[in-house]
């Protein structure tokens, strides 16, 4: 079973920059579908980015396109998110999530993840 660790969240002022790190056990990263995704209170879990390894295709949120990157590190087995210019709309708990699974999927839809990492805070003040 694939178990995430998510690291590298923080408070940053607007404009800055964090990278969010979420290391894989228990399966390759590479051979996944994978997906960032962000929870602010009170509100839903929402979409950040997604890939498709295989593809490789990126999908981005359109509010964070241009802005935030989604990589892998394979000899690491780390998926990473950059997130350049951050703005305060942006403050969430953020997710990473694996798609085991094969077959057809919805990539921005959260029920479409089966492994899931606790969360790590990303506040954005103005």
């Known amino acids: 079973q694939v178990q995430l660790v998510e690291s590298g969240g923080g408070s940053v002022q607007a404009g800055g920059s964090l990278r969010l790190s979420c290391a894989a056990s228990?399966?390759?990263?590479?051979?996944?579908?994978v997906g960032w995704f962000r929870q602010a209170p009170g509100k839903e879990r929402e979409f950040v980015a997604a890939?498709?390894?295989?593809?490789?295709?990126?999908w981005y949120r359109e509010s964070v396109k241009g802005r935030f990157t989604s990589s892998i590190d394979n000899p690491k087995n780390t998926l990473y998110l950059q997130m350049n210019s951050l703005k305060p709309e942006d403050t969430a708990v953020y997710f990473c999530a694996v798609r085991t699974k094969s077959g057809g999927y919805t990539p921005t839809s959260p029920s479409e993840y089966d492994a899931w990492g606790q969360g790590t805070q990303v506040t954005v003040s103005s």
């Open positions: 890939t498709n390894w295989i593809s490789p295709k990126i």
């Open positions: 228990g399966g390759l990263l590479r051979q996944y579908k």
